[in-house]
């Protein structure tokens, strides 16, 4: 994604981008599954697991937990660097958040670690 079209997009709903693309990853569409939600929202995304997306689940975040990640950008950043952080932040309180409804909350770091650990693990196509 060019930077033009990147500052087009509003810092809640680059968050929410990212986090898709981190979760479901919107690339894995073209070439993974052909049953992932194509227009996701916070109330239905879908997340795959288990290597190279070989499960899926469809939740949602309800509007408390939304509104939770809503507010790492109260106030809104005042500069780049402090967006890239309240960025960081409300991933990871995504990542919590689905990890909990899923049961991925476990997964090991990096492609690997988890292949051989049992289910619900993730890698870079998840």
Not at 23 to 36: C, K, Q
Not at 47 to 61: A, M
């Amino acid at each position: 994604m060019s930077a033009t079209r990147w500052k087009g997009f509003k810092p809640l709903n680059r968050i929410l981008l990212l986090f898709l693309l981190s979760v479901s990853s919107l690339y894995a569409e073209v070439f993974v599954r052909d049953d992932i939600i194509r227009d996701p929202d916070p109330r239905s995304f879908s997340v795959c697991y288990n290597h190279t997306c070989k499960d899926l689940e469809t939740v949602g975040l309800n509007t408390e937990q939304w509104q939770g990640i809503r507010m790492s950008f109260n106030p809104p950043a005042e500069d780049a660097g402090k967006e890239r952080r309240q960025i960081a932040v409300a991933i990871a309180r995504m990542e919590r958040l689905v990890g909990q409804l899923v049961n991925t909350e476990q997964d090991r770091g990096g492609n690997m670690a988890g292949l051989l650990s049992g289910k619900r693990q993730m890698d870079c196509i998840d």
